[in-house]
């Protein structure tokens, strides 16, 4: 039999380890992108000089661009998805404190 204080206790686990999960998916999302800034910036710096036709830098420049985009379309997805997690665990633990409570 689940009294209120394990259904509280399992309820803040289960939704810090999905707020850690967010925290996780940020961090990735952020240094996905940095690394691709820093590739980009360098791959101008280096290559400006040895590049006889601008254009291929050009495109190198906006298929980096193309991928900050598919990291942040993914990143952003799975940010979704562990919120309707989270509201879906706030859910059920009020669901389970309200049964709780009207036994008592």
Wanted: cysteine-free; charged content about 40%; hydrophobic content about 35%.
């Amino acid at each position: 039999m689940e009294n209120q204080d394990n259904v509280e206790r399992d309820y803040r686990l289960k939704r810090k380890k999905m707020e850690a999960q967010q925290d996780d998916v940020m961090h990735k999302r952020n240094k996905g992108i940095s690394v691709l800034e820093e590739v980009q910036a360098r791959s101008q710096y280096y290559l400006k000089d040895y590049v006889l036709d601008e254009s291929v830098l050009a495109e190198g420049a906006q298929q980096i661009e193309q991928m900050k985009s598919e990291v942040i379309e993914d990143t952003t997805a799975e940010l979704q998805r562990l919120d309707m997690e989270i509201a879906e665990l706030d859910k059920q633990y009020w669901k389970k404190v309200i049964a709780l409570r009207e036994k008592e």
